[in-house]
């Protein structure tokens, strides 16, 4: 949930139970002057009725008539002068002053006054004393009420405000590059704004020494390697051909292994400083993935036919906007480790693969797999499944699924990790935005 929905929802929850404590407090208040001005009322409708000039009669009693909202008896001596018709046939008896009482079926508020040989009784339903309370806070109140959706919208566009410079903040961070790590140049006057921005800048320089530190030294040792690894394999060569000793020839091929082994280490760490977005994506032409493919399996083919190793490719083609280099480099090191971890006489399965989220790029082996947390760790830089002490014996260094993920991340792809129907692993690439042939 966004900060502006929960300020929002604070605020408005605050205001609206800040109203219905106030409804609660305004009812038992009005409650409170209501009894008072209803039961003053009482005193004066008693005190009339006590001074009406009502003689005693034997042949009739004088009945007013039936009102829900007052009733009253008038005494004298004992003997009932006048009465609401509801009570005059029932001689009621309460002692002087204000009592609430069952009276005629219903809760009254009863007052009683006696003046001279005379005694007034009054008596008001206590409903009639709810329903004013409850008009009085209504009337007060209902306002209020009608005024939540109005605060609602101003309390909203006041936090959306206030909340701006951040809303700012974050457009301007999303619409960077990722390799951009200039200062944010944003003169703000908000005293909670200020320390953010001075914190972002400041890590935006110690990313930047990291990044620079990092990019330029892979990238700048491996070319410093390239030309001694090259007079290297250049002397070991001509030194085997010179050798007729066999011990000393094969500690030569050793040794130019060991070189072999390096150079590709210099040549893959040159490719993952190369891989990096912002450089090929400004150089993107539409690409045949099939044709990239046959290309590759082509090119390895003999490692393939040495392991005895059948491969196939099944689906049909797409095309993808992207550079011939990445992707070959991509499909080549995905079926490059299945080639490397597949047993002699083993399958290969590569497919072009049409589905809901896109077109996918997928490669089957009958190796030996990979567990949970091997497929956790094999993007790792210099990681690789088993070591050395694989039992494929295949040696590595360790940096091809690292250019891979540099590769799907070039192009917003991804990239699935499942075991394989033919018993090794599954590794699927999907595009988005690309097109069939």
């Known amino acids: 949930m966004s900060i502006r929905k929960r300020l929002t929802l604070i605020l408005l929850s605050m205001m609206v139970l800040t109203c219905f404590l106030a409804l609660v407090k ?52 004992n003997n009932l002068l006048s009465g609401s018709s509801s009570l005059t046939n029932n001689q009621i008896s309460f002692s002087e002053g204000f009592q609430t009482a069952n009276v005629a079926g219903q809760r009254m508020r009863v007052f009683v006054m006696s003046k001279n040989t005379r005694k007034i009784i009054v008596a008001e339903p206590m409903a009639k004393r709810f329903e004013l309370a409850e008009a009085v806070i209504l009337s007060a109140m209902l306002p209020m009420l009608w005024a939540v959706p109005l605060l609602a919208i101003f309390i909203s566009f006041f936090v959306k405000y206030a ?15 990722a390799n951009d790590f200039t200062p944010i140049n944003w003169q703000v006057t908000d005293e909670e704004i200020k320390p953010v921005i001075n ?23 491996a070319h410093e390697l390239r030309t001694p690894l090259s007079s290297l394999k250049i002397n070991v060569h001509n030194l085997a051909n010179k050798q007729s000793n066999l011990q000393d020839h094969q500690e030569l091929q050793a040794m130019s292994q060991g070189i072999n082994r390096l150079s590709n ?31 590759v399996v082509s090119e390895q083919y003999d490692k393939i036919d040495e392991k005895n190793q059948t491969i196939s490719l ?27 971890y597949t047993p002699k006489n083993g399958q290969i399965i590569i497919k072009l693969v049409s589905s809901n989220n896109g077109f996918s790029w997928q ?32 040696r590595g260094a360790g940096l091809g699924m690292a250019i891979v993920q540099h590769i799907i991340a070039i192009y917003g792809a991804t990239i699935h990790l499942a075991n394989s129907p033919l018993g090794g692993l599954t590794v699927k690439v999907t595009f988005t935005g690309v097109k069939s042939d």
């Open 163 to 177: 909340l701006a410079p951040l809303t700012r903040l974050s457009k301007q961070l999303a619409s960077r590059q």
């Open 265 to 295: 280490i210099v040549e893959q760490m040159l490719i993952l400083g190369r891989t990096q977005p912002e450089q090929w994506q400004r150089q993107f032409s539409e690409q045949s993935l099939l044709t990239i493919t046959q290309q």
């Open 314 to 340: 099944e689906g049909d083609d797409f095309i993808i906007d992207g550079d011939e280099f990445t992707l070959t480099t991509l499909i080549a090191n995905l079926l490059s480790n299945a080639i490397k």
């Open 363 to 394: 490669i089957d082996d009958s190796g030996a797999g990979m567990t949970e947390e091997q497929k956790e760790r094999i993007f790792n830089r210099f990681y690789r499944v088993g070591g050395d002490q694989h039992p494929s014996g295949e």
């Open 26 to 77: 305004g009812y038992q208040k009005s409650m409170h002057h209501g009894e008072s001005l209803l039961d003053d009322e009482l005193k004066i409708v008693a005190g009339v009725l006590i001074e009406q000039p009502l003689a005693l009669s034997t042949d009739a009693v004088q009945v007013s008539n039936n009102s829900a909202q007052l009733l009253y008896q008038i005494w004298q001596n």
């Open 199 to 221: 914190r972002l800048n400041d890590l935006f320089k110690r990313v930047e020494t990291a990044y620079l530190r990092e990019r330029f030294f892979a990238s700048d040792a």
